[in-house]
T-cell receptor
Framework: DAGITQSPRYKITETGRQVTLMCHQTWSHSYMFWYRQDLGHGLRLIYY???????DKGEVPDGYVVSRSKTENFPLTLESATRSQTSVYFCASSESTGFAEAFFGQGTRLTVV | GDSVTQMEGPVTLSEEAFLTINCTYTATGYPSLFWYVQYPGEGLQLLLK?????DKGSNKGFEATYRKETTSFHLEKGSVQVSDSAVYFCALTLNYGGATNKLIFGTGTLLAVQP
């Protein structure tokens, strides 16, 4: 299917475990982003990528790792999950200009217990 | 740093009422401005955008004008419907030089429209 897809949609994990959230887009967009959405904070940028093998930190990168070996995939890994990382995570992609619309996935609701 | 500030919600209106959601920004350069909408259980989708001063973005009866002098991009709609109930996010993008292109969001405003 064309578009941007995230998996899983829902995930429950235990404190200290490693968990990876997947993001896949079919448009070959240059830019990809990971955001977390929390009540009272809106969307906060975790990491972003301008192209394959180019990634950079956003506003709240601590505790997260990203990679982008292929243009279409941008996985987000929580190395050792903490309860403060309980959130809804959104992946997005856009073309390379600052005027371009960002397309969002459906989100992954992660609960760390 | 660069940021977006939008009015606190929730905003509760009756059907056919006039809507304004305020948004102001702080930016070191010349941003592009966006309004995104999030319906319950879904991801965000673009509602409208404006790329330079005095541009007006419009879509589905919503409008917003890029005001450089007041650094604002307020969202308006003349007559809201129940189906407009959603969370609305103001956002900006800036080119930071090189290959960077960050999209920065406000905290979101929940709109609830009652029949």
């Amino acid at each position: 299917d064309a578009g941007i897809t995230q998996s899983p949609r829902y995930k429950i994990t235990e404190t200290g475990r490693q968990v990876t959230l997947m993001c896949h887009q079919t448009w070959s967009h240059s830019y990809m982003f990971w955001y977390r959405q929390d009540l009272g904070h809106g969307l906060r940028l975790i990491y972003y990528s301008a192209a394959a093998d180019i990634t950079d930190k956003g506003e709240v990168p601590d505790g997260y790792v990203v990679s982008r070996s292929k243009t279409e995939n941008f996985p987000l890994t929580l190395e050792s999950a903490t309860r403060s990382q309980t959130s809804v995570y959104f992946c997005a992609s856009s073309e390379s200009t600052g005027f371009a619309e960002a397309f969002f996935g459906q989100g992954t609701r992660l609960t760390v217990v | 740093g660069d940021s977006v500030t939008q009015m606190e919600g929730p905003v509760t209106l009756s059907e056919e009422a006039f809507l304004t959601i305020n948004c102001t920004y702080t930016a070191t350069g010349y941003p592009s401005l966006f309004w995104y909408v999030q319906y319950p259980g879904e991801g965000l989708q673009l509602l409208l955008k404006a790329t330079k001063a005095d541009d007006k973005g419009s879509n589905k009866g919503f409008e917003a004008t890029y005001r450089k002098e007041t650094t604002s991009f307020h969202l308006e709609k003349g007559s809201v419907q129940v189906s407009d109930s959603a969370v609305y996010f103001c956002a900006l993008t800036l080119n930071y030089g090189g290959a960077t292109n960050k999209l920065i969001f406000g905290t979101g405003t929940l709109l609830a429209v009652q029949p």
